[in-house]
């Protein structure tokens, strides 16, 4: 089925959109980045030990403003967790296919296997950092970037 022109003139492919993430994992997720929020070093630690996983991502990364990327991230970790909710028309909805195409093969060219090793280096992260981490809290990190995951993959 070939993509359909959306109103913000990019081309999504029509894949499903129903995230699968429960309110509740969403909550523990949501609650859970504010734990980890509130410690000024988190996303910075999260980028030390990203670039340093692999000599690909180091590669990626070494022009990057890491300031503006942190803050990318930041914004992105939410813009995911409102599409995770699903709601059709929100802002978040129409940023997801803007965040896929940037990473895309056509611009960042981020190979989906990463996607794994980003997501186990920011759970790793928030491990170290929420004070209440604990498994059921790990389900939903898990729950949610999945799907962030799963929407990037699909676009790649």
Not at 5 to 30: C, I, M, W
Not at 126 to 136: K, T, V, W, Y
Request: with cysteine.
């Amino acid at each position: 089925m070939p993509p359909r022109k959306r109103a913000s003139g990019t081309n999504e492919p029509n894949l499903p959109y129903d995230s699968g993430v429960q309110p509740a994992d969403l909550d523990l997720f949501l609650a859970s980045l504010k734990r980890c929020r509130d410690q000024p070093d988190f996303l910075a630690r999260f980028y030390e030990r990203f670039v340093g996983s692999s000599d690909e991502v180091r590669e990626k990364f070494r022009n990057t403003d890491m300031t503006h990327q942190v803050r990318m991230l930041e914004d992105s970790l939410f813009v995911v967790a409102v599409a995770a909710q699903g709601q059709e028309g929100s802002v978040a909805r129409g940023d997801l296919p803007r965040i896929a195409a940037r990473h895309s093969r056509q611009d960042l060219g981020i190979r989906p296997e990463l996607y794994e090793l980003w997501t186990e280096c920011l759970i790793e992260t928030a491990r170290e950092r929420d004070p209440g981490f604990c498994l059921e809290i790990e389900r939903s990190w898990r729950n949610v970037l999945a799907f962030g995951v799963q929407y990037m993959r699909d676009r790649y």
